[in-house]
Structures are given as structure tokens and as C-alpha cells.
């Protein structure tokens, strides 16, 4: 156990053991029955038993289509051919009742059903295999950007960045890795440096993430790591 612990619980991955749950890093801790808890991050780090079976859990992503011009418009620039449009993205961070942290006009956490009261579609992308453990972490991370005031120049480098793909018919994402270094949200940044607290990315560098992305990476990935399911 380490000095620092604040409390005990059941080791999340055998389930026999106790392990410190603690204000600092967890990065290295032991169950009492010996599990290693500070191994690296992945989408295979559950154990084989663990239940997936939830409709929405702590760490899942809600991704939205709106119904708006602005909408369309960054789910067509950003959207690859043939990939399913959205526009938006944000993270459970409660699962009773669900409750979604999304970066609006301030990042905000808002009841599950009212963000997806004026969406067009609505679909839930559930990481299957990723332990509990770092779904807390990821969790913790994305709730530092609560009331963070939204970063509108983002978008504008999201768009550069989704037209000079237009022209040259490829991802690119020069703009938002040269000039997106300040830490205030977008949806998708939010995400996107949320998952990189425990090294995960969507495919892409997690500071130039967008909410296409993030689902084109659920989809190419979908039965293995993720599932999809669409709420509306």
C-alpha cells in the first residue's frame, strides 16, 4: 500500500485482492494479490470476465449528429468518404443517471437525454476491453476541462486543417498540431487529450482529433475494441 492511499477497494481485475486507491499516480501499484496496476494502457487491458454489458459506462463516448447548417457543414469537410457523419463528441462521466461532460460554449455536463435532445442521430462508442482503472483516469482527466471557456480559434484550425485535406485527398493535421497547443477545449479535443492521459489515441494525434475521427476509429475498430450503439 502506498502513504498517500485515501481508500481501499477490490482489485478491479482479479477481484480478490485489495489495492490503494490514491491521490497521485497509481502508475506501479500491486493488488495484495499481486495484480500489476500500473501497466501500461490499451483496449485489451480488461480481464476476460469483465461485464460489457452496460448500456453506458464512466469513460464511454457519446457522438452526436446536429441538425444545424454549422453542423453539416464541419461533418462534410471533416467525414471521410463512405464514414459515418458527426459533428460532435462528447464523454460519460456518469453512468446513474448518465451524465455527458461536452465542450459547448463552456464545457458543461448535462443529462445524457438532453444532449441528445435536438441531434439528428446519436450514437454511444463503448471502448469494450478497456479496464476499469484507466476508464477512471481518463474520467478524472476529462472533468479538469469542466467550465473551461470553449477555444473557437480550434474549429477555424479543425477547418483549415479539414480543407487542405479536401485539396491534397488526405488526413491532415498540420494546423491543429503546430497551432492547437493551448489547453482550452473543443468536443473533440476534450476527448481526444482525455484518452491521451492513459497513451490511447483515435489514429491520429489526440491534439487534432475530430469527431469524425474518433468515429472512424470506433468503426474500423468495431467488435474488437469498441461497440457502437446508436441511441438515436
Known amino acids: 500500500m502506498t502513504s498517500n492511499a485515501i481508500f481501499t477497494a477490490p ?56 441538425k444545424g447548417r454549422l453542423s453539416h457543414g464541419i461533418a462534410w469537410l471533416t467525414t471521410p468518404k463512405g464514414g459515418i457523419r458527426v459533428s460532435h463528441v462528447g464523454m460519460i462521466v456518469g453512468a446513474k443517471p448518465p451524465l455527458v461532460n ?49 477555444d473557437y480559434l480550434k474549429i477555424f484550425l479543425q477547418l483549415a486543417d479539414a480543407i487542405a485535406g479536401k485539396i491534397r485527398g488526405r488526413r491532415v493535421s498540420w494546423f491543429m498540431t503546430r497551432l492547437g497547443f493551448w489547453n482550452r ?17 483515435f489514429g491520429v494525434p489526440d491534439r487534432a482529433a475530430t469527431p469524425a475521427d474518433i468515429m472512424l476509429f470506433a468503426f474500423k475498430h468495431q467488435h474488437d475494441w469498441y461497440r457502437i450503439l446508436q441511441i438515436k
Open 11 to 66: 482489485c478491479s481485475y482479479c477481484r480478490r485482492g485489495m489495492h490503494a486507491l490514491c491521490l497521485g499516480s497509481r502508475r506501479g501499484e500491486k493488488c495484495t494479490c499481486g495484480c500489476q496496476i500500473g501497466a501500461p494502457a490499451d483496449y485489451r487491458t480488461a480481464p476476460p470476465d469483465e461485464p460489457a454489458d452496460a448500456l453506458v459506462e464512466e469513460g464511454d463516448i457519446i457522438a452526436i449528429m446536429g
Open 185 to 201: 477545449p473543443i468536443c473533440s479535443y476534450e476527448v481526444g487529450q482525455s484518452f491521451a492521459e492513459e497513451g490511447l489515441n
Open 102 to 150: 461536452e465542450a459547448l460554449t463552456r464545457t458543461r455536463v448535462r443529462p445524457l437525454w438532453v444532449s441528445i435532445a435536438d441531434a439528428e442521430h446519436a450514437w454511444i462508442l463503448k471502448p469494450l476491453k478497456l479496464h476499469r482503472q484507466f476508464r477512471w483516469s481518463i474520467v478524472e482527466r476529462d472533468v479538469t476541462y469542466s467550465a473551461a471557456s470553449y
